[in-house]
């Protein structure tokens, strides 16, 4: 097992434009999270799926972003319409079920210009 | 709601000397706790956590933090640090039952030779 992996592991897109990023998570874990990292702060909390039912959701999560898991594998994170604002580190997290404590892919850096 | 302070942004400290970075959380409900740190461009690795039982926890990499429910802390220690610990160190709090964590603003350890 590789562990939690993202793709792209960068992306630049010009405000305006929606782009969609890959979660896929260690193979046996039915927990995936989403989170946000800007510069110089913590990661935020974005969104949670146990399988493929999202369960809970961020209100820093507005109607620009959506996310998806639907076969209860690998996940996608959208954001339409990107903002400057949107420039961020995008982590992906997975665990187990009865389990606390994450791991953690090394991201996804969306740079808008 | 729930929250994290870690109370030191930056701590530099000379190789082979100890080291704590604090961190001290306020919540209504009982809480798990969490020390994560993340190399540069890369996501977050678990250190350690505290579940419950023993509050003295110790984690990979020679680390070990203490639980202190009165003082509503959790700090790290590392008694005698290498250059290889140069990192980003976040501090995270979920309630008992959550999923979600919430993670302190970091405290960046410098290690100089």
């Known amino acids: 097992d590789t562990g939690v992996s993202q793709d792209p592991r960068h992306k630049i897109t010009k405000r305006g434009q929606n782009v969609t990023f890959r979660c896929d998570p260690i193979s046996e874990h039915n927990r995936l999270y989403w989170y946000r990292q800007t510069l110089g702060q913590g990661p935020e909390f974005l969104t949670y799926?146990?399988?493929?039912?999202?369960?809970?959701k961020s209100r820093l999560l507005s109607d620009r972003f959506s996310a998806e898991r639907p076969k209860g594998s690998f996940s996608t994170l959208e954001i339409q319409r990107t903002e400057q604002g949107d420039s961020a580190m995008y982590l992906c997290?997975?665990?187990?079920?009865?389990?606390?404590?994450?791991?953690f892919g090394s991201g996804t850096r969306l740079t808008v210009v | 709601a729930q929250s994290v302070t870690q109370l030191d942004s930056q701590v530099p400290v000379f190789e082979e000397a100890p080291v704590e970075l604090r961190c001290n959380y306020s919540s209504s409900v009982s809480v798990y706790l969490f020390w994560y740190v993340q190399y540069p461009n890369q996501g977050l690795q678990l250190l350690l956590k505290?579940?419950?039982?023993?509050?003295l926890v110790k984690g990979i990499n020679g680390f070990e933090a203490e639980f202190n429910k009165s003082q509503t802390s959790f700090h790290l220690r590392k008694p005698s640090v290498h250059i290889s610990d140069t990192a980003e160190y976040f501090c995270?709090?979920?309630?008992?039952?959550?999923?979600?964590?919430?993670f302190g603003q970091g405290t960046r350890l410098t290690i100089n030779p």
């Open positions: 505290y579940l419950s039982g023993s509050t």
């Open positions: 799926f146990q399988n493929e039912a999202q369960l809970e």
């Open positions: 995270a709090v979920s309630n008992q039952g959550a999923q979600k964590l919430v």
């Open positions: 997290a997975s665990s187990p079920r009865d389990s606390h404590g994450y791991t």
